[in-house]
């Protein structure tokens, strides 16, 4: 058999003192950090007011199905472009699916590249899904 060789110490590469300071240190900024989350603390407890630069603007709720890309647009975190999408796809669904509406509820937004439940959410409280109404005559 082979003799086992002989391990050699490993070094220390902070002394004790210096660990003490470093352990010191940590447990003071942990403390820092503690006080700041309980004097701010991140969480919401309420839902906050729809707002926005052009919230103003917005008369009452609209349809996609039918308004234009100057109303969408107006509506909170949609801009000019995601408007522009909105529109296109609906004009693409009617053409594929002649007598159908594009969107039946917020949730059909999602088919939409670029648009995710918290946009989907946002967007929500000013939209509107009128269902098409039949006339006599049509019965």
């Given at each position: ?114 648009f ?21 005559a049509?019965?």
């Amino acid at each position: 058999m082979r003799p086992r060789p002989r391990r050699l110490p490993l070094p220390r590469v902070w002394t004790a003192s210096q660990r003490r300071v470093v352990l010191g240190f940590a447990i003071a900024l942990l403390g820092v950090l503690a006080v700041q989350h309980w004097l701010n603390p991140t969480d919401v407890t309420e839902p906050q007011p729809p707002h926005g630069a052009r919230y103003d603007e917005l008369a009452d709720r609209m349809d996609p199905n039918v308004a234009d890309v100057g109303a969408l647009s107006a509506l909170p975190t949609l801009g000019e472009k995601r408007a522009k999408a909105i529109i296109d796809y609906r004009e693409d669904f009617v053409r594929r699916h002649p007598g159908k509406r594009a969107f039946e509820s917020a949730r059909d937004l999602l088919k939409l590249k670029g648009f995710g439940a918290a946009m989907v959410a946002n967007l929500e409280p000013y939209l509107i899904f009128e269902t098409p109404t039949t006339s006599p005559a049509t019965q």
